[in-house]
Antibody, heavy 120, light 110 residues
Framework: EVQLVESGGGLVKPGGSLRLSCAASGFTFSSYSMNWVRQAPGKGLEWVSCITRTGTYIYYADSVKGRFTISRDNAKNSLYLQMNSLRAEDTAVYYC?????????????WGQGTLVSVSS | QSVLTQPPSASGTPGQRVTISCSGSSSNIRSNYVYWYQQLPGTAPKFLIYRDNERPSGVPDRFSGSKSGTSASLAISGLRSEDEADYYCAAWDDSLSVVVFGGGTKLTVV
């Protein structure tokens, strides 16, 4: 069974940093691109970032470019999101999602999400 | 303001057929596959339609996707109360090099 379990969320002050993790199991992690998608309270889905299978290609939404860094460790079946210079508008539930597609967008499995709150 | 445009709400009665539209442009919907996601209240999104009109195993054939030009649609036939959820379309955008989502459509089964 495919499982994606996010962790690392919490309350952080504006300007602070946080590192999210996503532990994957039930499939060959290194065979899939992985993504982060977020959802602010009461709002719609917003794609954040994608990393391809070996990390060769990485994409970011303009809203996080230069502040967030996506990475993966295929030996540990884990996906990460390093978030720096956090802003109030980064407050959201962050989901990791598996992507079997050639181009990002095909999110066939999602984690349950981890909540990031940015507030003073 | 989302790059893909969806109606904020839709409604139908049990057994009815409803459609949800998703309007984009030549750099996203016309050039790339469209995906649809269902989000039940308080839960993570669920994969519903891929490659414009393909259904993953386990998704009832009451759900169908279509695309024409720069627009796509999700149709739900034989509407059930458990279909009450938020629905999102998504696609890769060649010009922006990002995944774009629609703003979401809240479906109410009255």
């Amino acid at each position: 069974e495919v499982q994606l379990v996010e962790s690392g969320g919490g309350l952080v002050k504006p300007g602070g940093s946080l590192r999210l993790s996503c532990a994957a199991s039930g499939f060959t992690f290194s065979s899939y691109s992985m993504n982060w998608v977020r959802q602010a309270p009461g709002k719609g889905l917003e794609w954040v970032s994608c990393i391809t299978r070996t990390g060769t290609y990485i994409y970011y939404a303009d809203s996080v470019k230069g502040r967030f860094t996506i990475s993966r460790d295929n030996a540990k079946n884990s996906l990460y999101l390093q978030m720096n210079s956090l802003r109030a508008e980064d407050t959201a539930v962050y989901y990791c999602a598996r992507d079997p597609g050639i181009r990002p967008g095909h999110f066939d499995y999602w984690g349950q999400g981890t909540l990031v709150s940015v507030s003073s | 303001q989302s790059v893909l445009t969806q109606p904020p709400s839709a409604s139908g009665t049990p057994g009815q057929r409803v459609t949800i539209s998703c309007s984009g442009s030549s750099s996203n919907i016309r050039s790339n596959y469209v995906y649809w996601y269902q989000q039940l209240p308080g839960t993570a999104p669920k994969f519903l339609i891929y490659r414009d009109n393909e259904r993953p195993s386990g998704v009832p054939d009451r759900f169908s996707g279509s695309k024409s030009g720069t627009s796509a649609s999700l149709a739900i036939s034989g509407l059930r109360s458990e279909d009450e959820a938020d629905y999102y379309c998504a696609a890769w955008d060649d010009s922006l090099s990002v995944v774009v989502f629609g703003g979401g459509t809240k479906l109410t089964v009255v």
